[in-house]
């Protein structure tokens, strides 16, 4: 059963986020939308305690919330992909459970 | 009415709920009443001042565009957490360019924004009348 994750929050206002990154399995996928694209910011995603390179299952972040937040593509962790909202819905259709963190 | 020094202390993010507009109309009414007003931007809050931000992509109100607004309503003490902009990368040219005419230099155009460090805005906490944070 694959989990689909989703992230909303910054990860300095909640611990959504580390107890995400602690459950996510393989053929799981993080999607990080809202405040929750904050966390693919480089700087941020290279915290010792977040370490997003060293996630073995798939990452996105939506990229309308990045440019909301003036997030430039450049700033952000490589491991991350940027989709839109239809590809999210997309995603949510092709696992098999979906995880909303919160 | 005494004139207070009054901080307000920021540390939401801008789009995440309504705290960081909540916090700029309470600024602004408290400067219409004549309040020796700063605001500082800590922790998430320094996000606020991020430029290039297009709101209207998630739906919710530009923020930064009413920050400048502030110079207008005498607000000239804007403090940016050096240690919260490094934490996340950032640095002064990844912000809005704050102006106002400054009273004490002639009135001429003086950047708003004064980078200062934790422990430096943590003294400054200490000699405010009030402190609110949002």
Redesign the interface.
């Known amino acids: 059963m694959a989990i689909l994750h989703t992230i909303n929050q910054s990860p300095d206002a909640g611990d959504q986020l580390r107890a995400c990154l602690s459950r996510a399995m393989p053929d799981s996928a993080v999607i990080l939308y809202e405040d929750g694209v904050y966390a693919a910011l480089d700087k941020i995603a290279q915290r010792p305690n977040i370490e997003l390179q060293k996630l073995d299952c798939k990452l996105y972040a939506v990229r309308d919330d990045c440019e909301a937040r003036g997030l430039q593509e450049t700033a952000l962790c490589k491991k991350v992909k940027l989709i839109d909202y239809p590809e999210f819905v997309e995603l949510v259709t092709r696992y098999d459970v979906v995880q909303a963190w919160s | 009415m005494a004139t207070k020094k009054i901080m307000y202390i920021n540390r939401a ?4 709920g309504i705290t960081a507009k909540e916090s700029l109309d309470v600024v602004l009414i408290s400067a219409a009443f004549d309040q020796d007003v700063a605001l500082a931007f800590i ?2 809050g320094v ?1 606020q001042l ?9 739906g ?1 109100r530009n923020v ?1 565009k009413s920050f400048a607004a502030l110079g207008d309503y005498d607000v000239r003490k804007v403090y940016v957490e050096q240690e919260s902009l490094a ?4 640095s002064e040219a ?1 912000l809005v360019d704050l102006r106002h005419e400054n009273p004490e230099d002639d009135y001429r155009d003086t950047a708003s924004i004064r980078l200062i460090s934790r422990e430096k805005l943590a003294r400054l906490f200490s000699r405010q009348d009030v402190l609110f944070n949002f």
Request: no cysteine; aromatic share 4%; glycine share 14%.
């Open positions: 993010t801008p789009h995440g922790d998430d996000y991020l430029k290039g931000q297009q709101p209207e992509k998630s919710s930064a934490e996340r990368g950032l990844d």
